[in-house]
C-alpha cells in the first residue's frame, strides 16, 4: 500500500474516531461560545440598543464579527483546538496502548501521523468554519454582506490555515514530546502571548505574529494588551507571512513525521 | 466512515456552501435589506427614490418632548403667527406632526433650481380636507396620481413649466410628501415599484450604523458636492469624501457622531490630521469655561482605514450659559 493509500485508511478511520470522542464536547463549547455571543448580540441588537461600543461610538455587525475573529477564533480557539488536538495525534495512541495496532499494519508509519493530521484538519475545520459562518450571518446586516464578502472568505482560509499549521506543530510536540499537552499549552499562550507583546526579534518566533498580520480586519484598541502590542507591531508584508506560515506548515508536519518513523515509543506496564 | 460521520460532514458542508454561496450571490447581484430582517432606517424610505443623494431624518415628536426644547419654550417668539396657521390648515407642528423624512435628489442644478431636488415626507395627523380646501382657495389644483391625491400649485409669477409646480400628496392616511410634482410622483413611483432607498445598499449601510439617534442624515458627499455650484477653487480645496453621516440624540443636551469616508486612506489620514488640528485649537480657546471645555473634551476623532469619526457632547452646562446670555439681553431690552 503506498504512503498516500494509506494515510487515506487512517483519514477514514480516524476521522469517525475523533468526531465522536469526548473532546467534541469540548469542541463543541469552545466553538458554540461565539455562536451564542453572536445570538445575544442580535437579541440586544434587535432591541435598539448597542452591544459594543468603542470609544463612545457603537460597533456594529461587521465591526463586532471582527473582533470576534481577532480576539475569540484567531487569538483563543484556534491555538486551542490545534494544542488540543495536535498533541493527542499520538499520544492519545501511547496513552491508550493502541499504537502497537497500528505500527504492526503493513504501512509506513509517517502515513499514520499524516492520516491523522488530515482527520484532524477535517474535524476542526468541519466545526469551525460553519460555526464562523454562522457568526458572520448573525452579526452582519445583509445590506453589508455584498462589501464584507471578501474579507468573510479571507477570514476562512486564514483560520484553515492557522488550524493547519498550530495542528502541525502539535504534532510534532505529540510525537516528541512525553508530556506535550503542557509544553504545547505554555507554547501558544504563554510564550506566543509574551514574545508578541514585546519589541524585538523574538515574535518571529510565534505562529500568531504572522496570522495577524493576514487578518483583514483593524486590531481592536479597547485592551491595554492589544495597545501595547499595536505599539510593538511590525506587520510583515502578505507573501512573507505566507511564506513562513506555509515554511512552519511543511518543516513540523515533515519533523513529525520523521520523528514517528525513529521513534522507538515504549509503552508503560 | 460510519453514516453518523457521513450526515455531520453533510450537514457542515451544506452550511459552508450556501453561506458561501449567498456571499457570492450577495457580491455579484445584491441582496436588497428585505432579505433575512426588516429595513433599518423608518418606513418614509420606502418612498425615497433610490438615487436620492443625502436621507435625512429627524422624530420631530422626540425633539418637542425634549428637556432641551422645554428649556427654551418660553424664549420663542409670540403664540399669534402659530395660532394663525394652525386655524387656517389645522395643523399645530408641536403636537400633529410626528417624523420628518427630507431626501435630496440629484436631479437637475442643486444650486440654481433646488426646489426640483428636495422631497419632504411628513408623518402626523392632517386634516386632508381642509388642506385641501385651503388650497384650492389659493387657486390650487387637485388631481388623482396613482390613487393618491396630488395638491399642485402654480406659481404664476415664474415662467416656469408645469414640471416646476409644487405639490403635496396624500401618500398614506398620516404621510404626506411634499416637494416639486415631479418628485412627489417620483416618491409615489418609488413605494409603488418597490425602486426606492432601500434597494440601495451602500445607503442602507449606512442608515444600518445609526444607534439611537432621535435626528441624523446620511448620503453621498461628492454627489452633492458636484452640483452645489460652488467655485472650481473652493471645490478642489474640500476633502476627498464619498460617503458621510451625522447623527444627534437630543434631549437634556445633544450628543452626536459626525462620520465621513473617505475615497482612500491618505484622504482619510489628511482629514484626521485637519481635525486633530482643529481640535487641538477647540480645547485651547474653550479656556477655563466649564460648559465649553466640557464640549472641547467630549470631542473624540476616531476611525481608521477610510473612515473618519468625530463624537461629540453638548452638555446641560453649555446651554446653561446660552440661557443666562438669553435672559441677560431680554432684561437689558427690558429696561430700555
Redesign the interface.
Known amino acids: 500500500m503506498s504512503f498516500w493509500q494509506a494515510s487515506r485508511r487512517v483519514f477514514?478511520l480516524s476521522?469517525?474516531e475523533m468526531?465522536?470522542s469526548r473532546r467534541t464536547i469540548f469542541m463543541a463549547l469552545v466553538v458554540g461560545g461565539p455562536v451564542l455571543l453572536a445570538v445575544i448580540v442580535k437579541v440586544v441588537e434587535l432591541f435598539?440598543?448597542?452591544a459594543l461600543r468603542?470609544?463612545?461610538?457603537?460597533v456594529?455587525?461587521f465591526g463586532v464579527f471582527g473582533v470576534m475573529i481577532w480576539m475569540l477564533f484567531l487569538r483563543f480557539i484556534v491555538p486551542v483546538l490545534g494544542v488540543f488536538y495536535g498533541t493527542a495525534l499520538m499520544a492519545d495512541e501511547v496513552e491508550d496502548k493502541t499504537i502497537t495496532y497500528l505500527f504492526t499494519r503493513p504501512i509506513p508509519r509517517g502515513a499514520v501521523l499524516v492520516g491523522k493530521y488530515l482527520a484532524y484538519l477535517?474535524c476542526t475545520g468541519?466545526?469551525v468554519?460553519?460555526s464562523v459562518?454562522?457568526v458572520?450571518?448573525l452579526l452582519v446586516?445583509?445590506?453589508?454582506?455584498?462589501?464584507s464578502?471578501?474579507a468573510?472568505?479571507t477570514d476562512l482560509g486564514l483560520l484553515g490555515l492557522g488550524l493547519a499549521v498550530y495542528g502541525a506543530v502539535f504534532a510534532f510536540v505529540g510525537a516528541y514530546f512525553k508530556r506535550p499537552l503542557v509544553i504545547g499549552l505554555l507554547f501558544a499562550f504563554g510564550w506566543e502571548q509574551v514574545v508578541l507583546a514585546l519589541p524585538g526579534y523574538l515574535k518571529q518566533f510565534t505562529i500568531a505574529f504572522y496570522l495577524q498580520s493576514l487578518v483583514p480586519h483593524?486590531m481592536p484598541s479597547d485592551g491595554v494588551a492589544s495597545i501595547l502590542q499595536g505599539m510593538f507591531r511590525e506587520s510583515p508584508p502578505i507573501g512573507v507571512a505566507l511564506a513562513w506560515l506555509l515554511a512552519y506548515l511543511v518543516v513540523f508536519l515533515y519533523m513529525a513525521t520523521r520523528v514517528v518513523e525513529r521513534k522507538e515509543y515504549v509503552l508503560e506496564q | 466512515?460510519?453514516n453518523?460521520?457521513r450526515y455531520?460532514?453533510a450537514v457542515?458542508?451544506a452550511?459552508?456552501v450556501i453561506?458561501?454561496g449567498?456571499?457570492?450571490v450577495?457580491?455579484y447581484m445584491?441582496?436588497?435589506?428585505s432579505?433575512?430582517?426588516s429595513a433599518?432606517g423608518p418606513e418614509e424610505l420606502e418612498y425615497v427614490p433610490a438615487d436620492a443623494a443625502v436621507v435625512a431624518y429627524a422624530n420631530v415628536r422626540d425633539v418637542m418632548n425634549s428637556q432641551l426644547r422645554q428649556r427654551f419654550r418660553e424664549m420663542e417668539p409670540g403664540q399669534d403667527q402659530k395660532n394663525e396657521f394652525e386655524e387656517k390648515t389645522g395643523l399645530n407642528f408641536e403636537q400633529d406632526i410626528e417624523t420628518v423624512v427630507a431626501a435630496v435628489l440629484p436631479k437637475g442644478n442643486l444650486a440654481s433650481k433646488p426646489q426640483d431636488a428636495f422631497l419632504i415626507l411628513a408623518r402626523g395627523r392632517f386634516q386632508a380636507a381642509r388642506l385641501e380646501a385651503l388650497a384650492l382657495e389659493h387657486g390650487a389644483t387637485v388631481t388623482d396620481y396613482q390613487g393618491k391625491r396630488l395638491i399642485t400649485h402654480h406659481d404664476a409669477d415664474r415662467n416656469d413649466t408645469a414640471d416646476d409646480d409644487m405639490a403635496v400628496g396624500f401618500v398614506e392616511a398620516d404621510l404626506i410628501a411634499f416637494g416639486s410634482a415631479n418628485t412627489v410622483r417620483a416618491a409615489i413611483d418609488a413605494r409603488r415599484d418597490n425602486r426606492n432607498v432601500v434597494a440601495n445598499?451602500d445607503m442602507?449601510?449606512l442608515v444600518?450604523?445609526l444607534?439611537?439617534a432621535n435626528a441624523w442624515a446620511v448620503g453621498r458627499f461628492d454627489a452633492i458636492a458636484g452640483q452645489s455650484g460652488l467655485p472650481t477653487e473652493i471645490a478642489s480645496q474640500m476633502p476627498a469624501i464619498t460617503w458621510f453621516s451625522a447623527a444627534g440624540h437630543i434631549n437634556g443636551g445633544i450628543s452626536g457622531?459626525l462620520k465621513a469616508e473617505t475615497k482612500d486612506e491618505a484622504s482619510a489620514q489628511n482629514l484626521r490630521d485637519v481635525l486633530k488640528g482643529l481640535l487641538a485649537l477647540a480645547k485651547m480657546q474653550a479656556g477655563n469655561q466649564p460648559g465649553m471645555q466640557q464640549l472641547a473634551d467630549s470631542l473624540?476623532l476616531?476611525g481608521?482605514?477610510k473612515n473618519v469619526?468625530l463624537?461629540f457632547q453638548v452638555p446641560t452646562e453649555v446651554f446653561d450659559v446660552l440661557e443666562g446670555l438669553a435672559k441677560g439681553r431680554k432684561a437689558v431690552g427690558a429696561i430700555q
Open positions: 477514514d476521522l469517525g468526531l465522536w435598539g440598543m448597542s468603542v470609544n463612545g461610538q457603537r456594529a455587525g477535517a468541519l466545526v468554519l460553519p459562518m454562522i458572520y450571518f446586516p445583509p445590506a453589508a454582506i455584498a462589501g464578502f471578501v468573510l472568505v483593524a | 466512515m460510519s453518523k460521520t455531520f460532514v457542515t458542508g452550511i459552508l453561506g458561501l449567498t456571499g457570492i450577495a457580491s445584491g441582496l436588497p435589506v432579505v433575512f430582517t433599518a445598499i442602507m449601510r444600518n450604523e444607534d439611537n457622531v473624540i476616531s481608521d482605514g469619526a463624537s
